[in-house]
DNA sequence: TGTACATCAGTGAACGCGCGTTCACTGATGTAC
DNA sequence: TGTACATCAGTGAACGCGCGTTCACTGATGTAC
């Protein structure tokens, strides 16, 4: 990563790489633009070449976590493939996976701040993601009735909930209040209470 | 609210009410010690006679915040009393009812990055809130087989994590994503699978 | 009731700081001939 | 292969800004006698 001379060479990921590190260490708040340069080894004007702005620099971060995420979660909808119900719970646990292997990317996604309409790229990245999952609910929701099938959107509503939920209040250590459960058991008992209930597990299960 | 002449009268108390607005307009980030004390009609010196300094501010706000909460709680709790399900179900809800009616002490407590471990006192009110919803939990619990029954610490956890997924992603503007469904919906439906899940509901309710 | 005085809540000017952003510039790169 | 030149990525100095915080101060309040 030595800086080679007058020119970077690829300065774009550079910064977007720097400013997740900031992110990550302080939280959105504490990361600056001029911090983000000073790490790539760069003038804070040079920012300007490759970026709009401060905002702009962080909505790049969180695409390119969307992209990450979105394919984390086909990944894991596709290894469960031969279940639907495997499929779903892994879908799921990805979430808890990302949160924990992506924090810069997680950080960027859903605490900065920025909205997820700033950019048409953006909401399209957004939407991907969370299509995967609705694919995963309704595959698995046809293994019930049809008569008592919830809207899959609803029931991956519940799923992404829940995950978040997890997440946010157990994994992330920013409350401060560590449950006593791992947040993956956690997780996981949720899901499985929650498919029993929707009838697709057996009560002894 | 007209600031009557040198002395204030109750300064402290309207600085948290500044902040609360301000928290609420602008988020956490956009919030300033320099704004809220002209909001509150005072020169940013004068918020020092009361706090040690801006995050102290918003350690009051988010203090304030947790005993409403637990109230809110407790009031719901309460109101299902003849029912444990009922008031199982209510004290959820609250959750939501509460991130509305109040978005300021929301944020503060839950987006601010404070952590609920600065002072005792925070944290203290953090876990009486946290044991309102257990108890209610429990209470529930004492309705399934004693070898069936999950802790109920567990078991209040994954409904307070559905309850912040839903706030957090479908309640709350900022990720920008409405949903299809209401959040109260989404949270009424989640919490009737999760509960029917653990046998706790017929399967035709 | 009236005066003296201690207490305390607010003032306002000043500070240093890091921020995001702009600008005219310059050094490196790559391409045309 | 060598030279001229356009392009472009980075520099560095400067800006205005609002912030959090400090300080010596002053005006209002309330209490003792």
């Known amino acids: ?57 962080i909505a790049e971060a969180a695409l390119q976590g969307y992209e990450i995420f979105a394919d984390v979660m086909q990944r894991a909808f596709d290894d469960g493939k031969p279940s639907a119900l495997a499929a779903f719970e892994a879908t799921g646990r990805a979430y808890l996976a990302f949160a924990r292997r992506y924090p810069g ?21 957004s939407a991907h993601a969370r299509g995967i999952l609705e694919q995963a609910a309704y595959n698995l929701s046809l293994y019930l009735p049809a008569d008592k099938r919830p809207p899959s959107s609803m029931f991956s509503a519940h799923i992404l909930a829940l995950s978040h939920g997890v997440v946010e209040l157990y994994a992330r250590n920013s409350p401060g209040t560590a449950s006593q459960y791992p947040p993956e058991d956690l997780l996981e008992t949720g899901i499985g ?6 009838g697709l597990l057996d009560a002894d299960t």
Chains 1, 2 share one sequence.
Do not use: C, W
């Not at 790489?17 to 080894?41: H, M, N, V, W, Y």
């Not at 990317?105 to 399209?124: D, K």
């Open 1 to 57: 990563m030595a800086k080679r001379g007058y020119h970077h060479g690829n300065l774009r990921q550079a910064l977007v790489e720097a400013a997740l590190d900031l992110i990550e260490a302080r939280g959105p708040t504490g990361f600056s633009l001029s911090e983000a340069s000073k790490q790539a080894g760069v003038t804070p004007a040079a920012v300007y070449r490759h970026f709009e702005g401060r905002e702009d620099l």
């Open 105 to 125: 990317h997680y950080i960027a996604m859903f605490e900065s701040g920025i909205s997820v309409n700033r950019t048409p790229q953006l909401a399209a990245a």
């Open 193 to 198: 209470i929650y498919l029993r209930g929707l």
